[in-house]
């Protein structure tokens, strides 16, 4: 594709995006002349559960939004100057008024007020960012879940504000949720719009229009398997939550959710129970991060689909349990194409968890953590898994190509995973050819949990496997003057893991915070190192320090094979306090 193509391409999104704020825009001050609404007909009950901690920090002026933080005492939410985009959207979408509401005291409530009604005077006519589909069906969400703590002692002209808005907003997403992206974002538009239908007098015939639209929503977005395109467990999770308040919605109003939504519902879930760790949190891979705490129990809960876990791959990730320790591996190829924005190249990486605290995990997402981090965690060498030097498993779209610079274009086009229990425990056998069109190698990868979740066995193979490959791998010896094709092997620790080398530089022992004790080892050609990595938790301002144990050998003639083990040497914590 021509350079000027590419550019071609670049201004049309540009200008897309610029028709449709513009489009926003229009129909948000069209949706003023909705018929004013002055009461409730019912509420659904509420789903949605903030952090009391972060109730606290809220009233305490500290304002921590999309990893980033200000320190703003005395001062309105609506003051802030907003660092980026994504600072601006959890604000606008009002999430926070989940932490307040959790914190549940009169401070909280005069606080919630005061910055609900001040949003109504700068924005509530159609201004700034937040006439968007998605955040407008995530604020609605809100003001209705909350609407008893919101309206408590207000006067009657401040609650006749809160309704007036609450009809523009309604009508806005009638206009407007088609334009919302398909996934996640168009279901929180439809299912705020259900909401605010089923809640406020005068808007029942939405209800049934957005029900249809949700149903026709899962029959696209959720694969057979209850999976979704971007390979997210994270994201999955936020779409079943949505899917589960919204048909909770409906039956206690009465309306019987479409089959196609409760299919839905039915599918994701045991995908979820195979994506769920020991500890109760989720496999942290593409760009997502472990859940808050406890929401994928509640979900699942709440959902009353009591599927147990898939037994093959579940949304293209194989899991191995045994007593309290879980591995879950990703055994597929990433996404491809606009659902790979946020995609990770981390084909055939694991993360191992034992009871309740990781021990083997991957870097995690870069999102909150600024452009730079967010493209480093994407890359191979970010993750648990094998990675040839200087190239990741899949690559990057090139920088020149601006409208599609963030996606990968060159996945493996061939990931095979074969999951098998026996006696001796649980094994999986895994291979891909991402590295097969650079250097004519496969990677294979072999796990084995067992011994009742006490020791992983770990066999990673690079080779060129057949007569194709074979040439390819001769022409990048020809290149490298036959030194070899370097390779490495990583394991990403968490931070709370203590690693030092032990016997004599022959195993490396890790230390949870429990007792436990772990132990690698190595055998084979492989250099083994003790080395600094990064671990990017959501939860923090800043990158956490921590340590990797990585295995470095040189493919010289066709394959070259390394063994590890990690096995656990004490079991110090009772499996009461650790579960």
Known sequence: MSDKSLAGGALAAQLDQVRGRWMNRLHARLAGFASPVTAFVSMPEPKTIGSYARG????AGNFRFAGQLIEAPDQSIWSLANPDAAFEAELQSFTWLDDLAALGDRGARLQAQAWLLEWIDLFGRGHGPGWDPALTGRRLIRWINHAVFLLKGMEKAQSDRYFRNLARQTQFLKRRWQAAPAGQPRLEALTGLIYAGLALEGADDLVLPAAHAIAEECAIGI??????????PEALLETFDLLTWAASALSEAGHMPQPAHLLAIARIAPTLRALRHSDGTLARFHGGG??????????????????????????????????RSSVIVDAAAPASGLASGNAHASTLAFELISGRHPLVVNCGSGVWFGGEWRRAARTTPSHSTLAVDRYSSSRFA???DAGRSEWLTEIPT??????????????LLATHDGYSPTHGLIHVRRL???SGGRLLSGQDTLGALSESNRIRFEEVMNQ?????????????????????????GRAISLALPTGETWIFRSEGSADMALESSIYLDQSRLKPRATKQ?????TVLDYSSQANWSLSLANDADPPDRSL
């Open 56 to 59: 606290r920090q809220l009233r």
């Open 223 to 232: 694969a057979p398997d209850g999976g979704i395109p971007s390979r997210n």
């Open 290 to 323: 472990p859940g808050r705490e406890g929401q994928l129990d509640q979900a699942l809960a709440a959902s009353g689909v009591r599927a147990s876990p898939l037994d093959g791959l579940a949304m293209g990730y194989a899991r191995l349990a045994s007593g």
């Open 398 to 400: 090139p920088k020149s």
């Open 414 to 427: 061939k990931v095979e995973a074969q999951r098998s229990t026996s006696l001796h425990g649980q094994t």
């Open 448 to 450: 084995e949990l067992g």
């Open 480 to 504: 490298t003057r036959l030194s070899g094709v370097q390779f490495a092997i990583r394991f990403h620790l968490h931070p709370e893991v203590v690693a030092k080398i032990d016997l004599g």
């Open 549 to 553: 144990i990585v295995l470095t050998d």
